[in-house]
């Protein structure tokens, strides 16, 4: 069974720094995980993806350059390092777990979900 446990939320000023870490448990044959996030009244919106074997990364083009997604297989776990907090970055983030190898954008191909941490970022 894979389940997913998101960490590391909270409250920060604009400019400032978080990282949210998600443990994939059961992940024998998942290959992809993502972070998502979804604002109040929004649809949820592809953030990060990464490859566990191989390491290849995809960003939505409005984190790039400030948020990090990385993993550690030894610990089973995906970090994502967001620096440079701008209000809009503001929402519940959601980590996500796929069994193909490519890192879609689309939520809907997901198979796991964890459930949600908050970030808020304040002007």
């Known amino acids: 069974q894979v389940q997913l446990v998101e960490s590391g939320g909270g409250s920060v000023q604009a400019g400032g720094s978080l990282r949210l870490s998600c443990i994939v448990s059961?992940?024998?044959?998942?290959?992809?995980t993502a972070w998502f996030r979804q604002a109040p009244g929004k649809e949820r919106e592809f953030v990060a993806a990464i490859n566990w074997s191989g390491g290849g990364t995809s960003y939505t083009d409005s984190v790039k350059g400030r948020f990090t997604i990385s993993r550690d297989s030894a610990k089973n776990t995906v970090y994502l390092q967001m620096n440079s907090l701008k209000p809009e970055d503001t929402a519940v983030y959601y980590c996500?777990?796929?069994?193909?190898?490519?890192?879609?954008?689309?939520?809907?191909?997901?198979?796991?979900w964890g459930q949600g941490t908050q970030v808020t970022v304040s002007s």
């Open positions: 996500a777990a796929d069994r193909t190898s490519y890192r879609s954008t689309n939520y809907r191909n997901y198979d796991y």
């Open positions: 059961g992940r024998t044959f998942i290959y992809v």
